[in-house]
């Protein structure tokens, strides 16, 4: 019997060692590290700004010079109609004008009067002189472009910081709910030394039968809350799994051997945090990134109506080239009074006469400005709000936490002074049980605004978009 009792001891402590050795922890810093690398949406929003720094690659593309040639030659019936090659380069700037060059080599006897026979060369410029002159829609979509690119980077920054909010609410559930599993499963534990008590004082005939059934009902209580707490902290670690990922986007499911890191209740340095009320205001209006996606949107916006403003003026092109003989172009641009001899000209108009959809398009480009002005207007001061909201709370935490403190460890006097007439006979198991009810409700609501009180910590910072 010795020998089984010892062997049976020694496996025990073993299997408590192994389990206590096998318990891992998780804090604050190593989740939001989690997050920050391996979280889907982050991926993603990473992901679109490759694909608007894309966008920015195909936007320049309008801009690509162009190198062309063109050939064809005609003979009929023993006679050369015609034959001629002309390679040209056109050059797109950004001033909306257009500059050109090219050689042409035309020979036969059927062709455009028109035409030059021989090798000549020619240098050319095409200008905008009213519609299109100070924008046009590749400049405006190059410039768009790098704005939405911008406003990608600010959408990652308001995602990051949606996500990091997110997911520092469900680890401070999981720490409350496995902070009020640990005191239920202590007050079980000390409810069973109670019976255990009752039960002799019952044989020596110190109590009455019916004290060893109010502790048992007592023990029972904190048996099916340590159940209850425990559910609850299984379901907390499944929703807090929501956020933890791994390589390749494979999810991943916190197990039942990790837990909160015991120094809780000092994990959050209040001095890495911001507090200024009237600071963090300021930042936010500026700095916040759902305000700076309405900038940039405004910002969109605002070219746009430069576009749809061109609508509303005719459209007067001249276009120019200096000709030469020969393929020596840069003869021809040195050597050249410009409008006596050997050049080529063109002036195209054309103008509706209502403007009746450069008016229209131009109104509704205006008036979406309209919108998003409010939008913006009606944001800013969401945000506002929420920032003032949440320091009210912080401040109104911070100052219950130091009630429910004092209130705890009066519960907790009471309970041993109870205890300790209990010991005395002057007291009933009734009342002990009744405030140490009392004391585990206080504990439960201490533990619960502490976390309560942290979370508000971050979601302050939340608020005024500086999370990162």
């Not at 009067?113 to 000549?120: A, F, N, R, S, V």
Request: glycine share 4%; charged share 25%.
């Amino acid at each position: 019997m010795k020998t089984f009792f010892y062997t049976t001891l020694f496996l025990l402590i073993s299997i408590q060692s192994y389990a206590q050795e096998s318990l891992q922890t998780l804090n604050m810093e190593e989740l939001l590290k989690i997050v920050r690398t391996y979280h889907p949406l982050i991926t993603q929003s990473s992901i679109r700004i490759e694909k608007a720094e894309a966008e920015v690659l195909l936007s320049k593309s309008n801009f690509d010079p162009i190198l062309s040639n063109s050939s064809a030659k005609k003979t009929f019936d023993g006679k050369e109609y015609y034959g001629y090659v002309t390679p040209e380069i056109k050059i797109p700037t950004w001033f909306g004008m257009e500059i050109s060059g090219g050689l042409e080599n035309l020979s036969g006897t059927k062709f455009d009067p028109t035409e030059t026979l021989g090798k000549t060369n020619y240098a050319g410029i095409s200008i905008p002189l009213a519609k299109n002159l100070l924008m046009d829609k590749r400049r405006a979509t190059l410039k768009q472009a790098k704005l939405f690119s911008s406003l990608a980077e600010v959408e990652k920054n308001a995602l990051v910081n949606d996500v990091l909010m997110q997911a520092i609410e469900a680890y401070w559930n999981w720490v409350k709910s496995y902070q009020t599993y640990l005191v239920v499963k202590k007050n079980t534990e000390n409810s069973f030394s109670r019976v255990d008590f009752v039960k002799r004082s019952f044989i020596n005939g110190e109590r009455p039968a019916i004290d060893t059934l109010e502790a048992y009902s007592q023990y029972q209580s904190f048996q099916f809350q340590e159940n209850s707490k425990w559910l609850e902290f299984q379901n907390a670690g499944l929703n807090l799994s929501l956020f933890l990922w791994k390589n390749e986007n494979e999810p991943y499911e916190i197990p039942t051997t990790v837990i909160p890191q015991n120094n809780w209740e000092t994990e959050v340095n209040s001095s890495n945090f911001n507090f200024d009320i009237s600071q963090l205001v300021s930042n936010a209006s500026q700095n916040h990134p759902n305000n700076l996606v309405y900038t940039y949107k405004l910002d969109a916006l605002e070219i746009e109506k430069k576009l749809k403003f061109q609508e509303l003026l005719p459209k007067i092109d001249f276009k120019y080239n200096l000709l030469g003989k020969g393929y020596d172009i840069g003869q021809t641009i040195s050597h050249h009074n410009y409008f006596d001899n050997n050049f080529q000209y063109g002036l195209k108009f054309e103008m509706p006469l209502l403007f009746m959809k450069g008016r229209a398009e131009y109104k509704l480009a205006k008036l979406k400005i309209s919108e998003s002005t409010i939008d913006q207007t009606l944001k800013r001061n969401q945000i506002d709000i929420k920032i003032k909201s949440y320091y009210n709370e912080y401040l109104t935490l911070k100052s219950q936490i130091g009630l429910q403190t004092n209130m705890y460890e009066n519960y907790q006097l009471l309970v041993k002074a109870e205890e300790t007439r209990l010991l005395n006979g002057e007291s009933s198991l009734f009342l002990v049980n009744s405030r140490e009810n009392k004391a585990l409700e206080a504990l439960e609501k201490l533990i619960d605004l502490k976390t309560k009180y942290f979370k508000t910590i971050y979601a302050l910072q939340w608020s005024a978009g500086v999370l990162k």
